[in-house]
């Protein structure tokens, strides 16, 4: 089991950008970004699969959020820019895929997550 720390959010104006990142305690080569809006369901963001795959599990995340690494220092980053108020929610690191997947598409079900941190958009 991989232990995860998301860090990075805070209150942004909209139009704004915000890069959070998830410290890992081991390298993890399948990872998630995934985001929970007050009274809604938690919705997938961006994953990164190996071996270099980055998909996004709606089209309505392509363009502003993207993903990277520092496999050095076992660091997920979500990079997100022309932020909105309705990309207000906790957003949550996870690791470990537990179903299947393609290089066109992200894992549903993930083993483990992260604590989560705040990102408040307003307008």
């Known amino acids: 089991q991989v232990q995860l720390v998301e860090s990075g959010g805070g209150s942004v104006q909209a139009g704004g950008s915000l890069r959070l990142s998830c410290v890992a305690s081991a390298y993890s080569s399948n990872m998630a970004w995934f985001r929970q809006a007050p009274g809604k369901e938690r919705e997938g963001v961006i994953c990164?699969?190996?071996?270099?795959?980055?998909?996004y599990y709606a089209d309505s995340m392509k363009g502003r959020f993207t993903i990277s690494r520092d496999n050095s220092k076992k660091v997920l980053y979500l990079q997100m820019n022309s932020l909105k108020p309705e990309d207000t929610a906790v957003y949550y690191c996870?690791?470990?895929?537990?179903?299947?997947?393609?290089?066109?598409?992200?894992?549903?079900?993930?083993?483990?997550w992260g604590q989560g941190t705040q990102v408040t958009v307003s307008s």
């Open positions: 996870a690791a470990g895929p537990l179903d299947t997947w393609t290089t066109l598409t992200c894992p549903r079900e993930w083993r483990d």
């Open positions: 990164d699969t190996a071996p270099n795959n980055t998909n």
